[in-house]
Each structure stands twice: as structure tokens, then as C-alpha cells.
């Protein structure tokens, strides 16, 4: 019985530390979620063969729950998922997340440089009007003299 | 005599429906961790998810055998069985909406039918 369980926790652990490798990578939301239900299972069976090997019956209510715990994260996760960009869920290197502030910080200089221009044109634009309008009323005026 | 060959008896098939569950629980940790897309990873997933805790339960149900632990055990069983269909169709159903699967991997897509037909 010890060599059966001893192999079953060797296939058991594996399957576990396979489960958190593709919720390590797993490119969405949802891929990570079927891997965490993968390892609630694997951890409700490491249980089960605990409880298996010394024989013990009080560890069962411990089964009863983590089933019901997995049960309730996969489907909450589920039904709050929404739509993303690819890639839009993954957790940032230092270096990518560098890169993406040095990004940020760039379109902001790029932004105020635009404003600059915007608000000199807006100055060249009014006193032209006002030039213009000016010229008018002169010549009304010179108009309604002559 | 008769005693002594039933426990032995029961020894060895719950050890024997522990190695079928313990497969079963690598074999899921194999599918979710090296199918391409995330309805392939669903179908790894579900399935041992039910049969190798059912096979993992009776094992341990078989090594304890007390009345109270058997009919515990068999509520968790009744429990996989209803909320792991439930959790799956939530989870494709959320996959399918919000765009996270290939559409050229099915050979049959009939929501995306019935989307279409509820447009027309």
C-alpha cells in the first residue's frame, strides 16, 4: 500500500506542478482558471491519498470544501471575465514594463510639444482675425465718411 | 477467514482505483499543459476532473469503510458530478463570447450559428 500511494503522489504532485505552469503562462484569463480547477482537483486527490494511507476519516469535511471552493472561483471567474486585447493579462518583466514607462513617458513630451504648436497657431489665428475685422470696420467707416 | 479476504481484498482495489485516479490527475496536468487551445485544455480538463475523483473517492472509501466517511465521500462525488458540467459550460460559453478561442480548430460551431440566426 505505501509503494501504490507513494507512486500515486508522484503522479499526483506532477500533474499539480504542470497545472501551475500553464497558469504561469496561460495566455488569458480563462486558461488560467481551467488550470487552478486542475490543481484544486490535484490537491483534493493529494488529500484523498493522505486520508487513504494513515486512514483517517476526519480529513474528509476538508475534501467536502475544497471542492465546493473550486466549484464557486472557477465559475465567479467565468462569468466576470471580459474582453481584452491578446496579451493584455499578462503580468509585465521589469524590463518590458520599463520600456512600456520610457513609452509613456515619450508620447507625453510629444503631447506637449503638439500643444505648444496648437496653442501658437490658435495666437496667429486671432490676431489675424482681428486684423481682418479691424480692416473691415476701417473701411466701413472710410465708407460711410467718403 | 471471510473477513480477513474481504479487507485484503478491499486493500487492493482501492489501491487499485487510487492508481487509476492518480493517472488521471497527470493526464489532465499532460492535456492543460500541452494542448494548443484553451476548448482543447477544457476537454483535458473535465473529464479526469470527474472520473479520477470518483476513481480517487471509492479508493479511499474502500480503505476506511465507516458509514459516515462513505456517505461523505459520496456527497463530494455527487457534487463534482453536478457543478463540473456547469463550470465547463460557463467557461466555454465566456470563451466563445469574449473571442478567446480559435475557430478554425472546431469542426462543428453551432453558437456561433445561432448568433447568426438570431441576427437575420
Same mark, same amino acid.
Given at each position: ?63 467536502? $470544501? ?13 462569468? *466576470? ?66 | ?7 485484503? *481484498?478491499?486493500?487492493?482495489? $482501492? ?25 482543447? @485544455? ?44 456547469? $463550470? $465547463? ?15 478554425? @480548430? ?15
Amino acid at each position: 500500500m505505501t509503494v501504490v500511494v507513494w507512486i500515486c503522489g508522484i503522479l499526483v504532485l506532477a500533474g499539480g506542478l504542470m497545472a501551475i505552469v500553464r497558469a504561469e503562462i496561460g495566455p488569458s484569463i480563462l486558461d488560467r482558471s481551467v488550470a487552478l480547477d486542475i490543481l484544486v482537483t490535484t490537491l483534493v486527490a493529494g488529500v484523498a491519498l493522505y486520508a487513504a494511507i494513515e486512514r483517517r476519516s476526519d480529513v474528509v469535511p476538508v475534501l467536502v $470544501a475544497l471542492s465546493v471552493v473550486g466549484f464557486v472561483g472557477s465559475v465567479a471567474v467565468a462569468r *466576470f471575465v471580459s474582453s481584452e486585447p491578446p496579451g493584455e493579462g499578462r503580468v509585465l518583466t521589469r524590463w518590458e514594463a520599463a520600456l512600456a514607462k520610457a513609452i509613456a513617458r515619450a508620447q507625453e513630451w510629444a503631447s506637449e510639444d503638439l500643444d505648444d504648436l496648437d496653442t501658437d497657431h490658435q495666437d496667429t489665428d486671432r490676431q489675424g482675425t482681428n486684423h481682418r475685422g479691424t480692416n473691415h470696420q476701417d473701411t466701413n467707416h472710410q465708407e460711410k465718411t467718403s | 477467514m471471510s473477513a480477513a479476504w474481504w479487507t485484503s *481484498f478491499a486493500d487492493a482495489a $482501492a489501491a487499485v482505483c487510487l492508481l487509476g485516479g492518480s493517472f488521471l490527475a497527470f493526464a489532465a496536468g499532460v492535456g492543460v499543459l500541452r494542448f494548443p487551445d484553451l476548448l482543447a @485544455r477544457m476537454h483535458a480538463v473535465t473529464k479526469p476532473q470527474t472520473l479520477g475523483l470518483v476513481l480517487v473517492l471509492v479508493g479511499l472509501a474502500l480503505r476506511l469503510r465507516t458509514g459516515a466517511t462513505v456517505w461523505a465521500l459520496l456527497l463530494v462525488v455527487v457534487f463534482a458530478m453536478l457543478t463540473a458540467p456547469v $463550470a $465547463a459550460h460557463l467557461v466555454g460559453r465566456a470563451a466563445h463570447r469574449t473571442g478567446r478561442m480559435s475557430p478554425e @480548430r472546431l469542426l462543428v460551431d453551432e453558437l456561433t450559428r445561432d448568433a447568426h440566426t438570431d441576427d437575420d
